[in-house]
């Protein structure tokens, strides 16, 4: 998966319009300096050379430096990745903290006005894309109301209350495009256990609602959710490169939309080889999780 996704990363920005050695020497380089950038940086190359060379590089640790900047990506990377990290994380956490409680509720009333309006929510929310949703709340929440920033940074470690205001937006446009896919699987796994016999027994001993919902319907209907929360850590990883440019973030997202518009080509294939390891990673921490919430899986 790694070579896959750096060779089509390769290939798409070869695709590309545009001269990488214009773009390392200037638009006013002579012929003989543009020849000279393509040979210092094997951009004459065959692509199949170029990417053999780069990732051999990678797996003894180089992931080379950017032809614009010259700066290490590795260094690129440990710079801009503390906000993609925060940004991510907060999204998962809002996500789960909205999941949770909407789900059992609904479940738990099934067919009530509260389940058709959630369900309605969860529908409309999945049609509507992240970037129309960034810009909606930017409007009304961030311009007309004034109640969070709409743009910049403040970094976590010079003002943590300040650091929170600037990442509220962001973070909830990438959580609530989330809840909405996680809110109905989670509502139907629960519905579905409600019904099975133990369930019932628990109900005829007494135990109250609130304690079957969290300690008997919500662990065995959690698997479907862990799945999706692996899936959402990638994809809200990789969902950063939408809204870091809507609010004007410089994170990875902010990095690899840079890289792509100024031909760095080495800098993108990093960012790419850095998200496929992201999310490969959360799917084998999904696999390992799945044990642990049903043993039948250890024992299968």
Do not use: C
């Amino acid at each position: 998966m790694f070579f896959l996704a750096t060779l089509g990363t390769m290939l798409l920005t070869d695709l590309t319009p545009g001269d990488p050695a214009v773009q390392i020497a200037g638009e006013t380089a002579s012929e003989e300096q543009l020849q000279a950038v393509r040979e210092k940086h094997n951009l004459d190359d065959p692509i199949h050379i170029r990417w053999w060379e780069w990732t051999t590089g990678v797996l003894t640790g180089d992931f080379g430096e950017s032809h614009i900047s010259r700066q290490p990506i590795a260094t690129l990377i440990k710079q801009r990745l503390p906000i993609t990290l925060q940004l991510t994380a907060m999204a998962a956490v809002m996500s789960v903290v909205l999941v949770v409680p909407l789900a059992l509720l609904a479940a738990y009333r099934q067919g009530s006005w509260f389940d058709r309006f959630v369900n309605t929510m969860s529908a409309t929310m999945i049609a509507v894309p992240g970037f129309v949703l960034g810009l909606v709340l930017v409007l009304i929440v961030g311009i007309k109301l004034n109640w969070f920033p709409v743009s910049l940074w403040v970094p976590l470690t010079e003002d943590p209350l300040e650091n929170l205001r600037h990442a509220i937006l962001p973070a909830s446009t990438l959580a609530i495009g989330e809840t909405a896919i996680m809110l109905p699987v989670l509502r139907a796994d629960v519905t579905a256990t409600l019904e099975q016999d133990y369930i019932t027994l628990a109900r005829a001993k007494g135990i109250s609602s609130s304690r079957i919902l969290v300690r008997h319907a919500l662990r065995p209907s959690s698997i479907s959710l862990v799945t999706l929360m692996g899936l959402a850590m990638a994809r809200l990883f990789g969902g950063t490169v939408i809204i870091e440019t809507i609010f004007g973030l410089q994170g990875i997202g902010g990095l690899l939309v840079t890289s792509i518009r100024g031909k760095d080509l080495i800098v993108t294939q990093g960012l790419v080889m850095f998200i496929a390891v992201v999310y490969i990673t959360a799917n084998l921490v999904v696999d390992l999780l799945y044990s642990r919430l049903d043993p039948r899986v250890a024992v299968e």
